[in-house]
């Protein structure tokens, strides 16, 4: 990618707050029956690490929708590539997202995991970027609030490009 790109959070800063939310999760789900749902693909990185700072182990599944192209701005229609492949009648369900953005991808999504019947349903995303929200989605343990921008890194990618990266970063437009 030929962009410029400017570093907003660094390993220890994520690492720091990814130990935060785990603590939160634990304990608001101690003793219960917890699945988290990531959404693929940005969100592997940060769920492979907030899996392994919770106290206790959970069950994991994945979903796969696509609302983007290759750019960097939205489609506006969301469609389910890979659906959940476990049972979620009657279990605590945490969807797990990298990045919050319009809304409109985890609002699609919370209707359709509720048709799953969960007992409960919550979302806990990474990155909240306030600026272009167009549907109110509650979102129930939040990583880091931004205004704007287009980050990359941390599994975050712009058409592929950059989801390795171990900080995260906005694409500073040249
Ligand atoms: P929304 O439906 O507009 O909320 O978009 C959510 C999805 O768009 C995320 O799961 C990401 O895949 C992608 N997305 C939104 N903003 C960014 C960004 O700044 N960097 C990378 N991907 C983004």
Redesign the pocket.
Known sequence: MGAEKRCLFSRAEIARRVAELAEAIGRDYAGRDLVMVG?L???FIFMADLVRALPFPVEVDFVR?C??GAG?S?SGE?NITKDVEMSLQDRDVLIV????????????LKQHLASHQPRSLRICCL?D?AE????E?PLDYVGFP?EK????GYG???GEQCRTLPEIF??EKG
């Open positions: 959404v693909k940005g969100v929708l609302s983007y960097t939205t969301v997202e990298d990045i919050v953005d319009t809304g409109l991808t985890l609002a699609f990155i970027k272009r929200r167009e549907v989605v931004v921008g287009f980050l990359v975050l990618d712009c906005v694409v």
